[in-house]
């Protein structure tokens, strides 16, 4: 069963993160404060959450929690500052959107750089261990894959709708043939070597 808190008295809020491996797409990172008590018997780390599961799990927990946020890191910035600082920036912006502000920050991970006035915990896997990283996780990762499907409209070629990004051999087909876009990470391989020359079905 997953923890409820890190720490009794403390308001805490998890953060995670979704798309760092992908090929296109921003990263998208979600804060979540839970009420005391939450419990869901489906929740958990999203990667072991079923696509149907998690669609269930997401309004609920946007429902239930005491505050919530979703921010992201677009493709642009990824090749700026590189993939970790951008998955950073994109938590950093889910904590400035929290309409309360939580006293300790549950962070997936093993590294994360301080958010100015408040105090930080990493836990390395932690979405499968405490309760407001794993639904930060569920926010991050169907907010991002709604995205995903949302973009796949203007490029059915490189079928985001069913890899949201990631290096599948469709995807990979995809970029050999017909280039990339502006939603693909150039500073990733194989889009660095890519010329640009897609075309949205929308133009």
């Known amino acids: 069963m997953l923890k409820l808190n890190y720490t009794k008295d403390l308001?805490?809020?998890?953060?995670?993160?979704?798309?760092?491996?992908?090929?296109?797409?921003?990263?998208?990172?979600?804060?979540?404060?839970l009420p005391a008590g939450f419990h869901h018997p489906l929740l958990n780390d999203s990667k072991q959450v079923t696509e149907a599961h998690r669609n269930e799990l997401r309004?609920?927990?946007?429902?239930?929690?005491?505050a919530w946020?979703?921010?992201?890191?677009?493709?642009?910035?990824i090749d700026r500052i590189n993939i970790l600082k951008a998955s950073f920036?994109?938590?950093h912006q889910a904590i400035?959107?929290?309409t309360a502000r939580p006293q300790l920050l549950l962070i997936d991970g093993h590294i994360f750089p301080p958010y100015f006035g408040i105090s930080h915990k990493c836990i390395v896997k932690g979405d499968a261990e405490y309760a407001s990283i794993a639904a930060a996780s569920i926010l991050?990762?169907?907010?991002?894959?709604?995205?995903?499907?949302?973009?796949?409209?203007?490029?059915?070629?490189?079928?985001?709708?069913?890899?949201?990004?990631y290096g599948t051999p469709a995807h990979l087909r995809g970029i050999e043939q017909h280039g990339i876009t502006s939603y693909h990470r150039r500073s990733?391989?194989?889009?660095?070597?890519?010329?640009?020359?897609a075309s949205s079905v929308q133009n």
């Not at 946020?69 to 910035?77: G, L």
């Not at 991050?140 to 990004?165: F, Q």
């Open 11 to 33: 308001v805490e809020a998890g953060c995670d993160e979704a798309g760092r491996g992908c090929l296109a797409g921003p990263v998208f990172a979600a804060a979540v404060i």
């Open 59 to 66: 309004p609920i927990i946007e429902h239930e929690a005491l």
């Open 69 to 77: 946020a979703v921010a992201m890191s677009d493709a642009a910035e």
């Open 89 to 91: 920036s994109a938590m």
């Open 96 to 98: 400035d959107a929290l």
């Open 140 to 165: 991050a990762k169907t907010h991002r894959d709604e995205y995903m499907m949302r973009i796949h409209t203007e490029y059915p070629h490189y079928r985001w709708n069913d890899n949201k990004g």
């Open 188 to 197: 990733f391989a194989p889009c660095a070597e890519a010329p640009m020359i």
